[in-house]
């Protein structure tokens, strides 16, 4: 992350290119977060991409990508954005990419766990059949 004091500083000229790139490119305003965190880590200029592209293309975008973290994972988008040594939407890509397959790895592993403890506890009782054993030790006539 860049050290809060050590903010990246561009001329005029790369700011106004900058911000010509981002107004071309037709980013809404769910970018408007990203697009100044990303600036204040020294990442001025918008990510690869059209505003068509999708995520589920074979080769997404840098594009495609983002916008699928700023709707599904903006916090895990924004750690990745200040984490040290990021300078490009590449790495920053990289990183998000990284972050969901340790997330997606905790999630097979609990379904693993708990496909292991229904295996143990074999099948699970019909609801009919467990209230009638309820209804049976209480007394209660069917």
Request: aromatic share 6%.
């Amino acid at each position: 992350m860049t050290h809060p004091t050590k903010v990246p500083t561009f001329s005029k000229a790369t700011y106004l290119r900058s911000r010509d790139a981002w107004d071309a490119g037709r980013f809404g305003s769910e970018w408007a977060d990203c697009r100044g965190q990303a600036a204040k880590a020294g990442i001025v200029f918008p990510p690869d991409g059209a505003p068509d592209d999708s995520w589920a293309d074979a080769s997404p975008s840098q594009r495609a990508i983002l916008i699928r973290a700023i709707r599904e994972t903006p916090r895990l988008l924004r750690r990745a954005i200040a984490a040290d040594g990021v300078r490009s939407w590449s790495d920053v890509i990289e990183r998000l990419l990284l972050g969901r397959d340790l997330r997606m790895g905790r999630v097979e592993d609990r379904e693993a766990d708990w496909a292991t403890t229904r295996a143990r506890r074999g099948a699970m009782t019909p609801l009919a059949e467990t209230l009638g054993a309820v209804a049976d030790s209480l007394g209660v006539e069917r």
